[in-house]
């Protein structure tokens, strides 16, 4: 059988390019709270995520005396509790682990800091949010309960992101009442955070859906994120049970 014409064979093949170029063009979609964190491989997690404004307490160390890792080692820290995991970074707490004096509960936890003082700040005035993206890969198996972020004062906390078994929710620390984010979260879903303290009220939002609006005022706050698991062996937890919680995305902004 003879060919086309090269030029009929040019024309032929410019027939799925031109259909390719008339199909519709995809809705632009709509970017997250937060940029995703560069996917090149990274060593230690402060080439990931800007950890200048953090220092990081481990679930290791003596009783009631947990290690604590602060600027500038932080940029260069690396463990098994603190690690890269693919494009972000993996927060890892064990139920056995040692405990702050005032928790009964061991972390792997950024505590938010104002250069080289511990931050402290109130919502009666300015505006101070945490975006985060992150998302829960593990929990103990008796009690899976873990915090992901939070905003904490000097006694105790004002609110928690947290993981009850499938549930989602928004903790309260005023009542203990909860705000469900996703009554069916399936462990390893990243998702975007947005945590507002501003004007006398906290609000949350959820992959850019506002679920939540607290009315309270308070001073001598300040942000949290990483792993807080919920669990020990008095709850039933082997002391190995982890809880881990990976965040590929993390940023603070306090405007007056």
């Known amino acids: 059988m003879r060919k086309p014409p090269v030029i009929a064979r040019l024309a032929l093949g410019l027939v799925p390019l031109l259909a390719a170029c008339s199909a519709p063009t995809p809705a632009p979609v709509s ?19 800007n950890l200048a404004n953090w220092y990081l307490t481990l679930p290791t160390g003596s009783p009631g005396e947990p290690d604590t890792i602060m600027q500038p080692q932080l940029g260069t820290y690396t463990s098994d509790w603190f690690r890269v995991a693919g494009n972000g970074v993996a927060f890892t707490a064990n139920a ?52 992901g972020a939070q905003i904490h004062d000097s006694e105790s906390d004002v609110i928690e992101i947290r993981l009850e078994g499938a549930r ?18 399936v462990l390893g879903t990243p998702y975007d955070l947005r945590i507002v303290a501003a004007s006398g009220h906290i609000t949350v939002s959820y992959n850019g859906t506002q679920m939540a609006d ?19 062996p008095t709850r039933g937890d082997q002391p190995d049970a982890v809880g881990t919680v990976v965040i590929t995305a993390l940023n603070v902004k306090h405007t007056t």
């Open 31 to 49: 970017p997250p709270a937060v940029s995703a964190a560069p996917t090149a491989t990274a060593a230690y997690p402060g080439e990931l995520l």
């Open 96 to 147: 056995g682990g040692v405990t702050t004096e005032n928790s009964n509960y061991p972390r792997s936890e950024l505590r938010e800091m104002d250069g080289a003082e511990k931050a402290s700040w109130s919502n009666a005035g300015g505006t101070h949010t945490l975006d985060v993206r992150e998302a829960f890969t593990a929990l103990p198996t008796a009690k899976p309960d873990v915090v």
């Open 168 to 185: 989602l929710l928004v903790k309260n620390g005023a009542d203990n009442s909860d705000i469900v984010l996703d009554p069916n979260y």
């Open 214 to 232: 607290i009315p309270r005022t308070g001073s001598g706050w300040y942000f949290k994120a990483g792993s807080y698991v919920q669990s020990n």
